[in-house]
């Protein structure tokens, strides 16, 4: 994975929506095959809680088929075609889950997750990336507030968790001491 050094970052939106089928494996190996310095992905729940990469809440759009993705099991949404809507060329193209997404892009990809998911299951993102020891490649999207800690007096934050250090600017004195060790 290559340092970055400037300030402008290139971030493939919905894993670089614009060069394969959103977020697909196809489009994460194309947009980091086109030197993007960031993927940005979105997560969502399945009814038996795994974390899946898709950004609207309902199928139809690229799979054809009028479901909640909550409404659906994770081994019903890897049957599915997500490709074809694109170019007949990506058909095949299947819903990834964010382990499967973080093996992959561990030492080839920075992320940003845009988390589409109730707050309490912010831990089990976490967890991933802490197990595949990532806390610096991955970056949970800062316009979801509930990744902020904060006062309880004023509600101006006080502190980011350790996943928002990856972009570089966050002051120590407000990066959480949660992060696991080893």
């Known amino acids: ?11 493939a939106h919905r894993g670089g929506a614009a060069l394969a089928a959103e977020n697909t494996m ?13 993927l940005e992905l979105d997560v969502r729940l399945t009814a038996d809680n795994h974390l899946v990469i898709y950004h609207d809440q309902v199928i139809t759009r690229t799979a054809g ?14 049957l599915l075609d997500v490709g ?31 988390l589409k998911l109730e707050p309490h299951h912010e831990v089990q ?20 507030a509930h990744f902020l800690n904060r006062d309880s007096d004023t509600g101006a934050p006080t502190e980011l968790p350790i996943l928002a250090r990856a972009c570089g600017h966050v002051p120590d004195k407000h990066v959480s001491r949660t992060r696991s060790s080893g």
């Open 1 to 11: 994975m290559k340092e970055i050094t400037r300030r402008l970052w290139v971030i």
């Open 26 to 38: 196809a489009a994460f190996r194309t947009s980091t095959e086109a030197s993007a310095d960031m």
């Open 65 to 78: 088929i009028s479901r909640r993705v909550i409404d659906c099991s994770l081994r019903e949404l890897q």
């Open 84 to 114: 074809s809507y694109f170019n007949e060329g990506l058909a095949g193209e299947r819903i990834s889950t964010l382990p499967e997404v973080l093996d992959w892009a561990r030492g080839r990809a920075r992320l940003l997750l845009d």
């Open 125 to 144: 993102v976490i967890k991933e990336i802490v197990t595949r020891r990532m806390e610096f490649d991955v970056v949970g999207g800062v316009w979801c």
